[in-house]
């Protein structure tokens, strides 16, 4: 893999460290090679820039501003787009690019194309945009003042195809995640788009000749507000989860009508999910604004959609502000839904859309349909219960300064910057390594304030101590060091960097984490092989693909594996396959977290935390006290030698009939089944508990929260039920095997 640089001081370099390319252009007509990456100093950069060289699964060829955001790219007068991509295996990383009569960025007929942490900007039409491509990954932008030609957006992903022939179905294909998009298109066209962010027409109906694509995509952690059109909207495209997500006030251009109106828009769309989502409309600007718009036309129905776990509001309490045209259905509130309630923001009007306390959104969400590791702020996803929206209250401390600009009608960016206010020479001091095995900064080197950390060749350690540093291993299998600080949460697939030291880092290059002597959450995924050493600490791994090395360290640590499909992992023997366990080696691991899909979690001698996820999982606890977590789907659980708790966190979770849960070896006056977490009478406030009728067979009591138990003969199974309404019909079941004498003490009630 070879590093070229490109700096607005070179002048006829040959693209090394000492003698860069003058313009980008010069980089990527270069011999380019997967692998491959050009490195953009500080500066401004007068051209429209082409890529058309792949990379591979091997490596991408990546395009990388060296500080975030001080790469400047501003395409000389009537240019189309900043840049176009007509290569797969690519990645674009950290650039401010402004201007151009089309798109910011542009791709089409690509496929494995990352999109990341950039600033687009007052472009004619919108801010990113793929047209009929596959596998791709929009993450960590900021888009903002695009669109003002037309029918556009901020984030637009259109007619995807499945260009590569692969037709596996694990995992998303295509991920929009952690993005801030606001202010695009403006508002005095009637536009039929205009959005924050679009999922645009993979049925293909606009183009005939192509089937319909319904690989699953990914709407995650993504903050919309103050746009043309809709928030964000899913349009003629089936088998996406739009989750986590805010969108605040968008809708702004008043000469639309009430057909293109929604903070979130299902339309003409089936089989999708709408989860952990806030959605407040304005309808100052029109009446017919609503926070929801679930409808078809034409006779369509959209089949399979939910909506659980979202809140809705339009300044008015108790008005649902939900469109459902085409005979959908209305989110419900059995399913979670806060309808016409204020989500209570700590400061909307000055574009802090973090939650205020007493916020109906804390605690209101749900991880049944899978939920991300971190938030907006790249702080711990879940504390507690998941949140509704795209921050998480309690994760950290509340940040000085909102990830989002403080003013949403005029963007922090400068809307000129085309002569850059920060010298090309670099402020922060640098600690710059060999091509040897270095350990950086150095013995005696102070590193308590915003350096830059350049490991160049060989494997790197380093260690950015406090401050917002930028590590960038180079070359080799290098490491990113936290020894010494508080807790922190690094992804290195994402970049996310907080808590501790690693507040304000800028990660490069990194194959390795290690953490502090605190709870810490690392996560690799950046799709090769990572070791995440976790240290001292209840740290949680995920090594995401890649065959990783997870060692927790002291305390009891988790390995998870959120996103992956479906794995297979056995902590006792150490083995491990399926999904992104594929080749992981554990060291001092004592739980597991699996997947959305088909797992089969195996404890060892100790006292292990099992949790399935969704899915049908098979968990077993082995030796010691086990906690055996279930999750969505139908699931059997042995607990093993040793008193086990077999937690149920929602009636869902535990099923009925043929779906309900089994535990195979349930032990009376040993195990415990844990109910704890359901309210037994959804009709009363707080949480209530289950009363538990002791007699073999009994009939339920009309009575809200009755627990009863009975044995059935034909499969010799003693099945435990509860009814949460008082109606008199079980509403979960739980199989035990065997004729098993059940008694209070053996529930958490």
């Given at each position: 893999?070879?590093?070229?640089?490109?700096?607005?001081?070179?002048?006829?370099?040959?693209?090394?460290?000492?003698?860069?390319?003058?313009?980008?252009?010069?980089?990527?007509?270069?011999?380019?090679?997967?692998?491959?990456?050009?490195?953009?100093?500080?500066?401004?950069y007068n051209e429209s820039i082409n890529i058309d060289k792949d990379g591979s699964a091997a490596g991408d060829i990546t395009l990388r501003s060296e500080v975030p955001g001080a790469a400047l790219i501003r395409p000389p007068s009537g240019s189309y787009t900043g840049i176009s991509v007509n290569a797969n295996y690519v990645t674009i990383d950290g650039f401010d690019i402004k201007g151009g009569?089309?798109?910011?960025?542009?791709?089409?007929?690509?496929?494995?194309?990352?999109?990341?942490?950039?600033?687009?900007?007052?472009?004619?039409?919108?801010?990113?945009?793929?047209?009929?491509?596959?596998?791709?990954?929009?993450?960590?932008?900021?888009?903002?003042?695009?669109?003002?030609?037309?029918?556009?957006?901020?984030?637009?992903?259109?007619?995807?195809?499945?260009?590569?022939?692969?037709?596996?179905?694990?995992?998303?294909?295509?991920?929009?995640?952690?993005?801030?998009?606001?202010?695009?298109?403006?508002?005095?066209?009637?536009?039929?788009?205009?959005?924050?962010?679009?999922?645009?027409?993979?049925?293909?109906?606009?183009?005939?000749?192509?089937?319909?694509?319904?690989?699953?995509?990914?709407?995650?952690?993504?903050?919309?507000?103050?746009?043309?059109?809709?928030?964000?909207?899913?349009?003629?495209?089936?088998?996406?989860?739009?989750?986590?997500?805010?969108?605040?006030?968008?809708?702004?251009?008043?000469?639309?009508?009430?057909?293109?109106?929604?903070?979130?828009?299902?339309?003409?769309?089936?089989?999708?999910?709408?989860?952990?989502?806030?959605?407040?409309?304005?309808?100052?600007?029109?009446?017919?604004?609503?926070?929801?718009?679930?409808?078809?036309?034409?006779?369509?129905?959209?089949?399979?959609?939910?909506?659980?776990?979202?809140?809705?509001?339009?300044?008015?309490?108790?008005?649902?502000?939900?469109?459902?045209?085409?005979?959908?259905?209305?989110?419900?509130?059995?399913?979670?839904?806060?309808?016409?309630?204020?989500?209570?923001?700590?400061?909307?009007?000055?574009?802090?859309?973090?939650?205020?306390?007493?916020?109906?959104?804390?605690?209101?969400?749900?991880?049944?349909?899978?939920?991300?590791?971190?938030?907006?702020?790249?702080?711990?996803?879940?504390?507690?219960?998941?949140?509704?929206?795209?921050?998480?209250?309690?994760?950290?401390?509340?940040?000085?300064?909102?990830?989002?600009?403080?003013?949403?009608?005029?963007?922090?960016?400068?809307?000129?910057?085309?002569?850059?206010?920060?010298?090309?020479?670099?402020?922060?001091?640098?600690?710059?390594?060999?091509?040897?095995?270095?350990?950086?900064?150095?013995?005696?080197?102070?590193?308590?304030?915003?350096?830059?950390?350049?490991?160049?060749?060989?494997?790197?350690?380093?260690?950015?101590?406090?401050?917002?540093?930028?590590?960038?291993?180079?070359?080799?299998?290098?490491?990113?060091?936290?020894?010494?600080?508080?807790?922190?949460?690094?992804?290195?697939?994402?970049?996310?960097?907080?808590?501790?030291?690693?507040?304000?880092?800028?990660?490069?290059?990194?194959?390795?984490?290690?953490?502090?002597?605190?709870?810490?959450?690392?996560?690799?995924?950046?799709?090769?092989?990572?070791?995440?050493?976790?240290?001292?600490?209840?740290?949680?791994?995920?090594?995401?693909?890649?065959?990783?090395?997870?060692?927790?360290?002291?305390?009891?640590?988790?390995?998870?594996?959120?996103?992956?499909?479906?794995?297979?992992?056995?902590?006792?023997?150490?083995?491990?396959?399926?999904?992104?366990?594929?080749?992981?080696?554990?060291?001092?691991?004592?739980n597991l977290t699996g997947s959305s899909y088909n797992d089969v979690l195996t404890g060892n001698s100790g006292s292990n935390v099992l949790d399935g996820g969704a899915g049908a999982d098979k968990l077993s606890g082995g030796a010691g006290t086990d906690v055996l977590i279930g999750g969505a789907g139908k699931d059997?659980?042995?607990?093993?030698?040793?008193?086990?708790?077999?937690?149920?966190?929602?009636?869902?979770?535990?099923?009925?009939?043929?779906?309900?849960?089994?535990?195979?070896?349930?032990?009376?006056?040993?195990?415990?089944?844990?109910?704890?977490?359901?309210?037994?009478?959804?009709?009363?406030?707080?949480?209530?508990?289950?009363?538990?009728?002791?007699?073999?067979?009994?009939?339920?009591?009309?009575?809200?929260?009755?627990?009863?138990?009975?044995?059935?003969?034909?499969?010799?199974?003693?099945?435990?039920?509860?009814?949460?309404?008082?109606?008199?019909?079980?509403?979960?079941?739980?199989?035990?095997?065997?004729?098993?004498?059940?008694?209070?003490?053996?529930?958490?009630?």
């Open positions: 893999m070879t590093t070229y640089y490109v700096a607005t001081t070179g002048s006829g370099g040959n693209g090394s460290a000492s003698s860069p390319f003058r313009t980008i252009s010069e980089a990527m007509a270069a011999n380019l090679k997967p692998g491959d990456e050009v490195v953009v100093k500080p500066g401004t009569n089309g798109d910011g960025i542009e791709a089409n007929n690509v496929h494995h194309v990352s999109i990341l942490n950039n600033k687009v900007h007052d472009s004619g039409e919108s801010g990113i945009q793929f047209n009929y491509s596959d596998f791709v990954k929009i993450v960590g932008n900021e888009t903002y003042n695009n669109a003002s030609s037309g029918w556009y957006s901020g984030i637009s992903i259109y007619e995807n195809r499945n260009i590569t022939g692969d037709t596996s179905t694990t995992g998303y294909r295509n991920i929009v995640q952690n993005n801030i998009s606001h202010d695009n298109v403006t508002k005095s066209g009637a536009h039929t788009d205009g959005n924050g962010i679009i999922i645009d027409d993979f049925q293909s109906t606009q183009a005939s000749g192509h089937p319909n694509y319904t690989f699953k995509t990914l709407v995650d952690n993504n903050l919309v507000y103050e746009n043309g059109g809709k928030g964000i909207q899913v349009a003629w495209s089936d088998s996406v989860t739009v989750q986590n997500n805010t969108a605040y006030h968008n809708n702004q251009d008043p000469l639309n009508d009430g057909t293109w109106r929604g903070e979130l828009s299902n339309a003409q769309s089936s089989n999708n999910t709408w989860v952990n989502n806030i959605a407040v409309a304005d309808p100052s600007v029109n009446k017919n604004n609503t926070a929801v718009d679930n409808t078809s036309y034409g006779g369509y129905t959209n089949a399979n959609t939910v909506w659980a776990n979202n809140i809705t509001y339009n300044g008015t309490a108790g008005q649902s502000s939900v469109r459902t045209d085409g005979g959908n259905a209305m989110p419900s509130t059995a399913n979670g839904n806060k309808l016409g309630v204020d989500p209570k923001f700590l400061g909307a009007a000055s574009g802090d859309f973090h939650l205020g306390s007493g916020s109906s959104a804390i605690d209101g969400g749900t991880n049944k349909y899978g939920v991300g590791s971190v938030d907006l702020d790249g702080h711990a996803r879940v504390v507690g219960t998941v949140d509704m929206g795209a921050y998480e209250s309690g994760s950290s401390a509340a940040p000085g300064t909102p990830t989002t600009p403080t003013n949403p009608t005029t963007p922090t960016t400068p809307t000129n910057p085309t002569t850059p206010t920060t010298p090309t020479t670099p402020t922060t001091k640098e600690f710059v390594g060999t091509n040897g095995n270095d350990i950086l900064p150095h013995t005696g080197q102070s590193n308590g304030g915003n350096e830059t950390f350049k490991g160049l060749g060989g494997s790197d350690v380093l260690k950015g101590g406090a401050g917002a540093d930028v590590l960038d291993g180079g070359s080799g299998t290098d490491t990113a060091s936290y020894a010494g600080s508080g807790a922190v949460n690094v992804n290195l697939a994402t970049k996310a960097a907080s808590g501790g030291q690693a507040t304000g880092d800028k990660i490069a290059s990194i194959e390795n984490l290690t953490g502090s002597s605190y709870n810490d959450v690392l996560t690799g995924g950046n799709g090769g092989s990572n070791i995440l050493n976790g240290g001292a600490g209840a740290d949680k791994l995920s090594g995401g693909a890649g065959g990783d090395v997870l060692n927790g360290g002291a305390d009891n640590d988790t390995a998870g594996y959120a996103g992956s499909g479906g794995v297979n992992v056995n902590l006792a023997t150490g083995a491990a396959s399926g999904g992104y366990a594929t080749g992981d080696k554990f060291v001092s691991i004592e059997i659980m042995t607990g093993g030698i040793s008193s086990d708790t077999f937690v149920f966190k929602t009636a869902a979770e535990a099923g009925s009939g043929s779906t309900r849960d089994v535990i195979t070896d349930f032990q009376h006056g040993v195990d415990k089944i844990d109910l704890l977490a359901i309210d037994a009478n959804g009709s009363a406030q707080g949480n209530g508990a289950f009363h538990f009728l002791a007699q073999e067979g009994a009939s339920f009591d009309h009575k809200a929260g009755a627990l009863t138990w009975h044995y059935e003969d034909k499969a010799d199974a003693t099945v435990v039920q509860g009814d949460l309404n008082g109606d008199g019909v079980q509403d979960f079941q739980v199989q035990l095997h065997g004729h098993v004498q059940l008694g209070a003490g053996d529930f958490l009630l």
